[in-house]
């Protein structure tokens, strides 16, 4: 089965099922995060897919892009977000993010048509 952009992970599914206290312990840490500052959830999933961009993990780019969407990020606004990655990390790695970033947008399109 090829890997789907749009959906999680299923190591990350098997994750949660196989160890539930540990998932649940994760969750509970994002949540906090989350609760502990000022930034809105737009904000912080525009921060968090910076995060992953910068840190090259493209695992975490399709999944802080899907979740971007889902918490109302316009696509403009997630592209922006991976180009703002140019004057950081280079020409070839805002390249790949942005690639990354397209495959969740077209994986959404296709699924809503």
Same mark, same amino acid.
């Given at each position: 089965?090829?890997?789907?952009?749009?959906?999680?992970?299923?190591? =990350?599914?098997?994750?949660?099922?196989? =160890?539930?206290?540990?998932?649940?312990? =994760?969750?509970?840490?994002?949540? *906090?995060?989350?609760?502990?500052?000022?930034?809105?959830?737009?904000? $912080?999933?525009?921060?968090?897919?910076?995060?992953? $961009?910068?840190? *090259?993990?493209?695992?975490?780019?399709?999944?802080?892009?899907?979740?971007?969407?889902?918490?109302?990020?316009?696509?403009?606004? $997630?592209?922006?977000?991976?180009?703002?990655?140019?004057?950081?990390?280079?020409?070839?790695?805002?390249?790949?993010?942005?690639?990354?970033?397209?495959?969740?947008?077209?994986?959404?399109?296709?699924?809503?048509?």
């Amino acid at each position: 089965m090829p890997f789907d952009p749009g959906q999680p992970p299923q190591r =990350y599914l098997r994750f949660a099922q196989r =160890y539930p206290e540990l998932f649940e312990a =994760y969750e509970t840490l994002g949540s *906090r995060l989350r609760e502990a500052g000022p930034l809105d959830a737009k904000t $912080i999933r525009l921060a968090k897919l910076g995060m992953a $961009i910068g840190a *090259r993990l493209k695992g975490a780019v399709f999944a802080h892009a899907r979740l971007a969407l889902h918490e109302g990020c316009s696509v403009e606004e $997630i592209r922006h977000t991976a180009v703002l990655a140019l004057s950081t990390l280079g020409l070839p790695q805002m390249m790949a993010a942005l690639s990354w970033v397209d495959q969740v947008v077209d994986n959404l399109e296709a699924g809503a048509e």
